[in-house]
Every structure is written in C-alpha cells, then in structure tokens.
C-alpha cells in the first residue's frame, strides 16, 4: 500500500508540473492544453478507479482545457484526498500497469 501510494504521489507531482509547465509557454501554451488535456483526463481515469476517478478525469479535463486554471494542481489533489482525506482501502484503488 505505502508503494502505491508514493508511485500514485509521485505520478501526480510529474503530471500536475507538465500541466503547469504548458502554462508558461507564451502563445503556445494554450494549443498545448488541448493536446494534454485528454491525455491528462485519460491518465486520472487509470490511475483512480470508479466513479471518483470518472469525476478527477473530468476536473482535470475542464482544468487543462480552461484557460488560466493550469495552476490547480488537480493530480495532487485527488492524492490527498484519496489518501489523506477520505482514507480509501487498498482495493479501490487500481494504478496502471505502466511504470513511472
């Protein structure tokens, strides 16, 4: 469980910093966000499963896409809220086969 949860923190910290880095890119940035914004949404979706991975999948989406809310980190907060908030058992949760 502790390994699920640092690759899961981990995981997130990198695609929360992707989604930010586009961001910074003048001009460019925003017509990256659509490129990443289903990428992001599809790799919630994998990494949280049930309805609360459908609903993260869908907050990231709606984060990446609109402009100005790249800040969020929406990643990290699933973390939290999945590890720290809610307290959810080993078994609901279900991380992807691919490896960091």
């Known amino acids: 469980m502790i390994n699920l949860k640092k690759k899961l923190l981990v995981k997130g910290l ?10 910074a890119v003048p001009l ?7 490129l990443w914004a289903p ?4 790799k ?4 949280y499963s049930g309805n609360k991975g459908k609903v993260a999948s869908v ?4 984060e990446e ?3 100005g809310t790249d800040v969020i980190p929406t990643f990290t ?3 939290l809220y999945t590890f720290v ?14 490896v960091i």
């Open 14 to 23: 990198i695609y929360d910093a992707i989604g930010m880095a586009t961001y």
């Open 28 to 34: 460019v940035g925003p017509f990256l966000d659509l």
């Open 39 to 42: 990428y992001a949404a599809k």
């Open 44 to 47: 919630m979706r994998q990494m």
């Open 59 to 62: 907050l990231v989406f709606l």
């Open 65 to 67: 896409i609109l402009p």
């Open 77 to 79: 907060l699933m973390w």
């Open 85 to 98: 908030w809610k307290k959810e058992t080993a078994n609901e949760i279900v991380l992807e086969a691919e």
